[in-house]
């Protein structure tokens, strides 16, 4: 069983930053991809921006240029960079692993993007 915990959320005021982290812990295979997913209110849930072990990337168009996800394989730790926030990216953040095994998700961060 794969354990996740995110931090990093909070409020902040449009055109702010703010950085994720999710550390994850427990598992007994290899963490092939982790990834950042969000939730807002009245709305589905969808990805932001996979990681894979070897770098490889990918955004949804709307945060391109603005999030960058990273990743530290030997803690099994991915981050998320977020620049140039705007009230639209205000959500429930959640980090996804995937291995083997299955898919593990945290307990989920909010991030408020506000005046």
């Known amino acids: 069983q794969v354990q996740l915990v995110e931090s990093g959320g909070g409020l902040v005021q449009p055109g702010g930053s703010l950085r994720l982290s999710c550390a994850a812990s427990?598992?007994?295979?290899?963490?092939?991809?982790m990834g950042w997913y969000r939730q807002a209110p009245g709305k589905q849930r969808e990805l932001v921006a996979v990681?894979?072990?070897?770098?490889?990337?990918s955004y949804i168009d709307s945060v391109k240029g603005r999030f960058t996800i990273s990743r530290d394989n030997a803690k099994d730790t991915v981050y998320l960079e977020m620049n140039s926030l705007k009230p639209e990216d205000t959500a429930v953040y959640y980090c996804?692993?995937?291995?083997?095994?299955?898919?593990?998700w945290g307990q989920g961060t909010l991030v408020t993007v506000s005046s």
């Open positions: 427990g598992s007994r295979f290899a963490i092939h991809v």
């Open positions: 996804n692993a995937v291995t083997s095994r299955g898919m593990y």
């Open positions: 990681i894979t072990s070897d770098a490889i990337t």
